[in-house]
């Protein structure tokens, strides 16, 4: 009888905690096992506001829409009027960003080049020089002027279409970077002048140059050195917005480039990349708002960057008063990266598609973010260059259903008017209405 | 010898006409004059010629410098010769911070004192300084030699790679990562030389070596307190 009672006595269902979850628990024990931190690629993978917390609205009664397949509606962008003698002219708002040769192998930048090209865009080269694969299938190279200064030479600034001086990521701001040994072939190596199979640190300040008075001498030295010819950008991560392009502004910047947290880093411990800096959805207002109150919006470019992934995202982004878009990422998965068709060897290495961000660690199955030949051999960059383009096309041919849908012939006529939010938090940092009201957090008279 | 005022004609003329010189040109002796502290002055250089500078000198001066020969007389502000090539820089005077950053070449001479950072992540650079230098200096330095006549300010080499620091005199600490190092023959070389072509008369066997000890060039956890 006494077991027939207990057989019938209602068990408490095991509860995992929301604060204490598998996840977190299973990074205790990780970092107990190892005593090292996480250090990972990749940008931030926590929810936070973005831009599917966005609608547009379309047209209506009181706009009418643009025929799709009939009425043209603009994609060209120029960067860098107000001081370089010669702008860049894009066919399209999206541009390809900063990924370091070393970082990604030979190949992987060839069709990077490749891809952007064929897509009438431009592609930067990060932090590691100028490679001849880059520069020879770049119709239009961005090249990065970063801390560490790994590759940098006159003659490759010269044979740049711009310069975009670095000085922060949305994936790690404040942040140096470091590229492991294992990724140091004999080439990386001798780019960046030092021995082989040695951690190679990215300092995470200029070694020249230190604060907005200096940037703005640095700025005026590197365009004596390019003959005043080359837009210079000035690259920062999301973290205040506001003052930092006020400032950027104010050191003589063609171009703004704005990334935020969601955009991606070869290697960054998981600590910074998760919990340092904004998201890509909170920058963007506060940038614009500082062009607007210096009268340089649109006369000084922002190029917004950080979890760029649709064409809706794209035009979102424009409506919020971005000039442009980068993508890296998103640019990695269309050439092949985290692709399913390497899950065996993902499994191996203790991950599945679409986790994978152990970039760092050199044994990408797909050979784009590896220096070993066997993998490099792997990828075609023909074929990711191919994959490339279409990828750029559609994010290109979904920006402007959008656009046209709005009623706008430009892409660039987008607008915040054009969007509500979803929620409250992306109300408040998008600035536009929740949806079905007029109000967000913060309007001037609620 | 051409002489370019830079008051008259301004940094853009300058620096167009310098950056115009070829290989071959006969025109190979040049004076600035009314340099008054402007940035800039000079860069981007790539031909064998000899400019002077008449006078002190604002940021970056001689910035990423190929083959010229650039004499200030007078001293230099920060960056000086950053990112310099090949060639050869020398100032009479002082410099002051980040002299030679990220230098892969060519030789730089500051015969008065440096301030911090100098020599900051060079990658190939000779630095000779006649003077003292000051804090953090050789930071993150890769390859080359540092070449210092007096003394050494706090945190010599920090982070240090595989770039060679000499010392006459005092250093009044290092960074993490250098260490005093065994002077060799070929050191001594390598010394004698930069002694000589920098008109420094201090005597090689005067000097001290630091270099890497090598501790943090792959992470290691146990190495956390060092960073």
Redesign the interface.
């Known amino acids: 009888m006494k077991d027939e009672q207990q057989r019938f006595v209602s068990q408490t269902v095991p509860i995992q905690s929301a604060t204490f979850s598998n996840p977190i628990n299973a990074e205790i024990r990780r970092a107990a096992d ?3 931190y996480d250090i990972r690629g990749g940008g931030a993978k926590r929810r936070v506001p973005h831009f599917d917390d966005l609608l547009f609205l379309g047209a209506s009664i009181s706009r009418y829409p643009l025929e799709g397949y009939r009425e043209k509606c603009d994609t060209r962008v120029t960067l860098g009027t107000r001081f370089a003698k010669k702008p860049i002219e894009l066919d399209i708002p999206v541009t390809i960003a900063g990924m370091s040769f070393g970082a990604l192998s030979g190949p992987a930048k060839e069709a990077l080049g490749r891809g952007a090209s064929a897509a009438g865009t431009s592609t930067t080269t990060g932090d590691g020089g100028m490679t001849e694969e880059e520069r020879g299938h770049s119709k239009t190279l961005v090249y990065q002027c970063l801390p ?2 790994y590759g ?3 003659d490759d ?1 010269r044979r740049a279409d711009a310069i975009e001086v670095v000085v922060g990521q949305g994936a790690k701001p404040g942040g140096g970077g ?1 590229l ?2 294992q990724k140091i072939s004999d080439r990386v190596a001798e780019m ?4 082989k ?3 190679q ?1 990215s ?1 995470c300040r200029h ?3 230190t604060g907005p008075d ?1 940037l703005e ?2 700025i ?2 590197l365009r ?5 010819e080359k837009p210079i950008y000035v690259k920062i991560g999301g973290t205040r917005p506001y003052f930092d392009t006020t400032l950027a502004i104010k050191a003589g910047a063609d171009v703004v480039v704005l990334d935020g947290m969601q955009g991606g880093t070869a290697a960054t411990q998981d600590v910074f990349i998760e919990h340092v800096g904004l998201p890509t959805l909170a920058c963007i207002r506060p940038a614009v708002q500082a062009l607007q109150d210096q009268g340089l919006h649109r006369e000084v470019q922002l190029i917004v960057s950080g979890g760029i992934r649709t064409g809706a995202d794209v035009a979102k982004a424009l409506a919020l008063g971005a000039d442009a878009v980068a993508v890296g990422t998103a640019a990695l998965v269309a050439l092949g990266d985290n692709d399913p068709k390497w899950e065996d060897e993902y499994r191996k290495l203790g991950t599945t598609h679409g986790a994978y961000d152990d970039w760092h660690e050199g044994q990408d199955p797909a050979g784009i973010t590896t220096q070993s030949p066997d993998l490099m051999a792997r990828f075609d960059p023909l074929e990711g260059g191919r994959r490339l383009k279409n990828y750029l096309k559609v994010l290109t041919l979904e920006a402007q259903t959008i656009a046209r849908a709005c009623g706008h012939n430009h892409l660039h006529n987008l607008e915040p008017e054009d969007l509500c939010a979803l929620t409250m938090e992306a109300a408040a940092m998008a600035r536009v209405p929740l949806a079905g009201t007029d109000w967000y957090p913060g309007k001037a008279g609620f | 010898m051409q002489t370019i005022d830079l008051e008259a004609q301004g940094l853009r003329a300058l620096n167009a006409t310098l950056q115009a010189q070829k290989d071959a040109s006969n025109q190979t002796a040049w004076e600035i004059v009314n340099a008054r502290g402007s940035h800039a002055i000079a860069v981007g250089l790539d031909a064998p010629i000899e400019v002077t500078v008449n006078g002190s000198t604002g940021y970056y001066c001689a910035g990423m410098n190929k083959q010229a020969t650039v004499h200030v007389k007078g001293s230099a502000g920060p960056g000086l010769a950053e990112n310099m090539m090949s060639g050869t820089v020398i100032v009479e005077g002082d410099a002051s911070q980040y002299a030679g950053a990220t230098g892969r070449g060519g030789l730089l001479v500051i015969k008065g004192n440096a301030s911090s950072r100098c020599g900051i992540s060079m990658k190939g650079i000779d630095i000779v300084v006649h003077g003292n230098i000051g804090h953090m200096s050789a930071f993150m330095a890769q390859s080359g030699n540092l070449v210092v006549c007096g003394d050494a300010g706090d945190a010599l080499g920090d982070s240090l790679y595989e770039a060679r620091l000499f010392v006459r005199g005092s250093v009044k600490s290092l960074g993490a990562d250098c260490e005093e190092k065994e002077m060799r023959p070929e050191h001594l070389e390598i010394l004698t030389d930069l002694l000589e072509r920098s008109g420094s008369d201090a005597k090689p066997e005067e000097f001290r070596r630091y270099g890497s000890a090598r501790q943090l060039y792959n992470f290691d956890v146990d190495n956390a307190a060092a960073y």
């Open positions: 190892t005593g090292i560490s200064r940098m030479n006159p600034l470091m492991l040994g960046r002048n030092l021995p199979g040695i951690d640190r300092a070694p020249d140059w200096d001498i640095k005026l030295e004596e050195i390019t003959g005043w």
